[in-house]
C-alpha cells in the first residue's frame, strides 16, 4: 500500500509541475490576453525564423495584429500560410490579422504566424527571445518567445494540441510499481 501511495504521490507531482506548459506566460494588453508565445530553433545561417502565439480578444470591439519588432530581427511581419489548388502559399497580411471581440486567434506553423526577416543570430532551444507586437487598439505589448526544437509542433511542454501531458510516453512511469498504463 505504501508503494502505491508513494506512486500517485510521486504522479501528482509529476502532474502538477507538467499539467500547464512551460511557455505558460500571459500578456495581457488592453483587452487581448496572449499566450503560448514560442518559436522554433533556426539552424546556423538560416536568416528567418517564425513566432507563434494565441490572441483572446475578451472585449466589445476588434483590435488588429499589425506588425511586430525585436532586436532578434530586422523585421517582424504577420504572415498567412495557405493552400490554394494544391499548393501552399504564403504571404503577408498589410493589413494585418483581426481579432474579433470574444474570439480566439492562434499563430501556429501552417497558417498565420510572424515572420522573423534577417535573424542577427540563430534562435537556439530553451531560449527567450523578446519581441515586441503591435495591435491597433491595444498598442505595443513586450513578450518573449519561448524556442523550442527545431521540429517543435507548440510551445515547449506541450505534449499535445490542448497541452495535457502524455503520461504513457514520461520517462520512468511504465515502471512505477503499482502504475497500469
Known amino acids: 500500500m505504501k508503494q502505491i501511495l508513494g506512486s500517485l504521490a510521486y504522479v501528482a507531482l509529476l502532474m502538477a509541475l507538467f499539467a500547464a506548459p512551460a511557455g505558460a506566460q ?6 487581448l490576453v496572449i499566450t503560448q508565445a514560442w518559436s ?3 539552424p546556423g545561417g ?3 525564423g517564425g513566432g507563434y502565439l ?5 472585449g466589445a470591439t476588434p483590435d488588429r495584429l499589425i506588425g511586430g519588432s525585436g532586436e532578434v530581427a530586422s523585421k517582424i511581419e504577420v504572415h498567412e500560410m495557405s493552400m490554394k489548388n494544391g499548393v501552399m502559399t504564403m504571404r503577408p497580411l498589410d493589413n ?3 481579432i474579433e471581440p470574444g474570439k480566439t486567434v492562434k499563430l ?8 522573423l526577416f534577417d535573424l542577427k543570430a540563430p534562435l537556439k532551444q530553451g531560449d527567450k527571445v523578446p519581441v515586441t507586437l503591435e495591435f491597433e487598439k491595444a498598442g505595443k505589448v513586450t513578450l518573449s518567445l519561448e524556442v523550442g526544437s527545431i521540429g517543435a509542433q507548440g510551445p515547449a511542454g506541450a505534449d499535445h494540441p490542448d497541452g495535457h501531458m502524455d503520461m504513457k510516453n514520461t520517462p520512468g512511469m ?3 510499481p503499482g502504475m497500469k498504463m
Not at 54 to 58: A, D, G, Q, S, W
Not at 108 to 115: D, E, I, R, W
Open 40 to 42: 522554433r530553433a533556426t
Open 46 to 48: 538560416a536568416k528567418i
Open 108 to 115: 501556429a506553423p501552417g497558417g498565420f504566424h510572424l515572420m
Open 26 to 31: 500571459e500578456v495581457k494588453a488592453g483587452d
Open 54 to 58: 494565441t490572441i483572446e480578444n475578451k
Open 96 to 98: 494585418g490579422l483581426t
Open 174 to 176: 511504465k515502471n512505477m
